[in-house]
């Protein structure tokens, strides 16, 4: 499904790159802060919105919203060629870095844009890498949660409506995911991970009508094991 690539400006995509073989791809600090210089240059030269971001040590997720500027094959493209040639280069590395292309699904803003960062933010603590999301610091967690800055990090206007302040929505924010971390963290979602349009299912419906048989095809067994799925993890 990672081959069905649907963009359009204003779209807002949960992007997943993941190492080559499940490789590590950042080794230090370093390469966290490399890449998140690329993410600064091409987030200005591209003209895209970053709203939230998780770099693992094995793969990286992005929350990104496109403009007229670029598409998400562009905006990717740039970001993950010129970061393959730092760690090639400065690890002296041969071969990808990457493993093959980058999965992106579109996000229902509304509805899931804040499920999607929720999820994003407790990959760390999901990994066990960390026991709370403000504990580790390749994340965007602390910028939503904590209000500390971080220049890469867009704030969504559905945030304004978490409170009157910023500390109020700050408060907000950190008691939905840790609505999630009592609930537990360790189930994956797949509807969140998987899909290409993520979204409840009357937001499904309305992007198959109007893609139509481009991805309806070939979406419609992945759609129905992604709802087994997910239906089977809440019911555990």
Known sequence: MSRLRISFAGGVFHVTCRGNNRERIFLDDHDYKRFRSLLRKYREKLDFRLYGYALMPNHVHLLIETTRRASISKIMHCINTAYAMYFNGRHDHVGHVWQGRFHSGIVDTENYLFEVLRYMDLNPVRAEM????????????????????????????LYEAFGETDRERQKVYRE????RMEEGVGQRDPMLTK?????????QSRMIRIYGEKIWPKYRQLLSRLYELRNAAMVE
């Not at 939905?176 to 609505?179: C, D, I, L, M």
């Not at 899909?195 to 937001?203: A, R, V």
């Open 176 to 179: 939905f995911v840790a609505q």
């Open 195 to 203: 899909s290409i349009f993520i979204g409840g299912e009357d937001f």
């Open 130 to 157: 960390v026991r709370r999301p403000e504990e580790y610091p390749w994340s965007s967690y602390v910028r939503w949660a904590l209000g500390k800055k971080d220049d890469l990090v867009d704030m969504h206007e």
